[in-house]
């Protein structure tokens, strides 16, 4: 595991005083989106966080609903400013829901397509912190706010709608990270949250790797050699272009971030416009089944 990319809890806990230090060049930020995380006790930023920790709604931080877009890079530099953050800042990002980190790597992401170089994430998320009593706090921090320069963006690790056609056409590997109830077309939406497609399916000649076969079962993440081995049985070993997708992009962007950053593939984007996207263009091809 390079400590580059992802740390543990107790690499956090070791500089608390550090990401609580208004002058230090460290910043912690929790990544959520409560309209589906409100089922999970530890998961409100407001109960309980690690201390010092900023809060970041994936919704308001990194996206923009109006445009169904990401966030733009002017919205997107001013809030880090006013977090405290600048662009030499070591952010390390978390978050619960329903998988760890699930919007916090959406985050990354982001971080990453507007070239911050020293992002990382809490392997195991939240959820390993509160379930091995790590300390938690309920106060708010207020840093003193930065000049943040967004950079980019860097294309090179998002895909697009004709990124897909392309890939159908070429045979590039794609991975959909969804459930395989999501991928056969059972359903079109994880449990409890809003449809968004009109059909049901997958995008042809995509590969199913679920996002809970990444996980131990505390949630930290399997090793590398055994993620290089699920991605190679998935027809996906870093030799040629890969694209990762889900239903909204979020999921997506965990695997996205195992194949890019921890194995170190060259070439993986991530497909946010995803099964949203995809599943409500009319005559786009899609599969059904397993």
């Not at 390993?128 to 980019?152: I, Q």
């Not at 009109?198 to 199913?208: D, L, M």
């Not at 997708?245 to 993986?268: A, K, M, N, Q």
Request: proline share 5%; with cysteine; glycine share 10%.
């Amino acid at each position: 595991m390079s400590e580059d990319v992802l740390v543990t809890a107790d690499w956090v806990e070791e500089r608390l005083d550090t990401f609580q230090d208004d002058d230090a060049d460290h910043r912690l930020v929790e990544i959520n989106n409560p309209t589906v995380t409100d089922e999970s006790e530890y998961t409100p930023y407001e109960e309980g966080h690690i201390p010092g920790a900023l809060n970041f709604e994936w919704d308001a931080v990194f996206t923009d609903e109006t445009e169904r877009d990401i966030v733009s890079k002017a919205d997107f530099a001013a809030r880090n400013g006013e977090g405290g953050i600048d662009a030499d800042t070591t952010v390390v990002v978390y978050g619960g829901g329903r998988v760890p980190n699930w919007f916090a790597l959406f985050g990354y992401w982001i971080y990453k397509y507007y070239g911050h170089d020293d992002i990382r994430v809490v392997d195991g998320g939240k959820g390993y912190w509160v379930e091995n009593d790590y300390p938690l706090s309920t106060e708010e921090p207020d840093f003193t706010p930065r000049d943040y320069e967004a950079r980019g963006p860097f294309e090179s690790v998002r895909a697009y709608k004709d990124d897909i056609d392309k890939a159908i056409e070429e045979g590039i590997p794609m991975v959909d990270v969804r459930s395989p109830e999501e991928f056969s077309g059972e359903v079109i939406a994880p449990e409890g949250l809003n449809e968004t497609a009109q059909r049901g399916g997958h995008i042809p000649g995509a590969s199913s790797v679920p996002i809970g076969t990444t996980l131990n079962k505390d949630g930290t993440f399997k090793s590398a050699d055994e993620l290089r081995e699920l991605y190679s049985d998935a027809g996906v070993d870093g030799d040629e272009s890969t694209i990762t997708y889900c239903r909204v992009g979020e999921r997506s962007s965990i695997e996205w971030f195992l194949l890019h950053e921890l194995l170190g593939y060259d070439d993986v984007r991530n497909y946010d416009g995803s099964w949203t996207e995809w599943g409500n263009l009319v005559g786009a091809p899609i599969e059904t089944g397993e």
